[in-house]
């Protein structure tokens, strides 16, 4: 996209006319995940600090090339079970530093942070193939040296990532959910799920409000306590930060003129 798109001459099939250009967003959202049973991230504060140390607005618009929307939630942004009232977390390093203090974590005279005898060091887990999400990293790793945080960059193929995600052996990682319209929250956040052999609930949340929230969703009908639900259950993991929430991806799409009607992700009955 950026090579023959953003860059491309005029003389390019997607600048001069040959193609028909649309988008649609995909169901999916991005994220960080905080593994809750390292030393680091059981804390929410400090799980809040790693969001504010995330400079996402910079990263999406100049690495993912402004394909998407900023997401602070478990869906899609687009959904009516999304709690827009949210704002996303803003990039702010003092505010980071704050928490980080706040919760116990401080500085040491080589610039790292440490608490209990543990220092803030720790690798962050993403896709190997991926030159977005290495720069990610990078960025992201510099940001948090600032705050006394020592990140490493860890690039592994999807299998072995997978694996490692599935055994539990991570500190953090960089990773996506696919989600259909409605919304069911069991799978992957419900504490029933946090101790299950390759479970989805791989970050370790416990939390007995959200196992409350979820229960009530799975038995209640009616739309409109749906969707309060669901905000109350966005709301609550805002404020939990098991995730930091990056973005919805919008994807572009191009087909030649002569093609009439073309649809593109039709997510079934909706």
Do not use: C
């Amino acid at each position: 996209y950026r090579s023959e798109v953003l860059e491309g001459g005029e003389d390019s099939p997607f600048k001069d006319g040959t193609l028909t250009e649309g988008e649609f967003w995909e169901h999916t959202y991005f994220y960080i995940g905080w593994n809750a049973d390292q030393p680091w991230f059981g804390d929410k504060n400090v799980r809040m600090a790693m969001s504010h140390a995330f400079n996402a607005d910079l990263i999406l618009n100049e690495v993912f090339l402004g394909m998407g929307e900023r997401a602070t939630g478990p869906m899609p942004a687009f959904l009516p079970y999304y709690n827009s009232e949210l704002p996303p977390i803003p990039f702010d390093l003092e505010k980071a530093a704050a928490l980080l203090d706040d919760a116990g974590w401080v500085m040491g005279n080589d610039g790292i942070r440490a608490k209990d005898g543990v220092k803030f060091e720790f690798t962050l887990t993403i896709y190997g193939n991926s030159d977005e999400y290495l720069s990610l990293g990078n960025i992201f790793k510099e940001d948090l040296a600032k705050i006394g945080v020592r990140m490493d960059v860890s690039p592994m193929e999807w299998a072995n990532l997978l694996k490692k995600v599935d055994a539990r052996e991570f500190d953090a990682v960089t990773l996506a959910w696919v989600s259909g319209p409605p919304v069911d929250f069991r799978q992957i956040w419900h504490s029933s799920q946090a101790d299950l052999p390759k479970g989805s609930n791989r970050v370790g949340f416990r939390n007995p409000e959200a196992d409350k929230i979820i229960e009530a969703l799975e038995t209640e009908f009616d739309e409109a306590k749906r969707k309060k639900l669901a905000h109350a259950f966005h709301q609550l993991l805002y404020e939990e930060q098991p995730y930091t929430f990056f973005y919805t991806r919008k994807t572009k799409v191009f087909w030649q003129q002569e093609l009439n009607n073309v649809w593109f992700q039709l997510v079934r009955p909706h």
